[in-house]
């Protein structure tokens, strides 16, 4: 079995870095995606809770209840 040369493990070792970087980068995107469409859901929960809030009040309001 041989041994790689200096230079070539060297080589290999900065191309394995190179990979590890990316992925590293890869995950930290994935999630900031995450978290961006984690708070887009929260914010449309919230927005369907105000408009059916809204469609209440306004119910109320056409039936002339007090709310």
């Known amino acids: 079995m041989s041994v790689p040369s200096a230079p070539l493990a ?8 190179d990979r590890a970087d990316f992925f590293v980068d890869l995950l930290a995107e994935n999630s900031a ?14 927005n369907a809770r ?3 809030q809204l469609a209440i009040a306004r119910a109320m309001i056409r039936a002339g209840k007090q709310f």
């Open 50 to 52: 105000t408009e059916t």
């Open 10 to 17: 060297q080589s290999r070792h900065h191309e394995l870095a």
């Open 33 to 46: 995606v995450t978290k961006a469409v984690s708070r887009t859901i929260m914010i449309q929960k919230e």
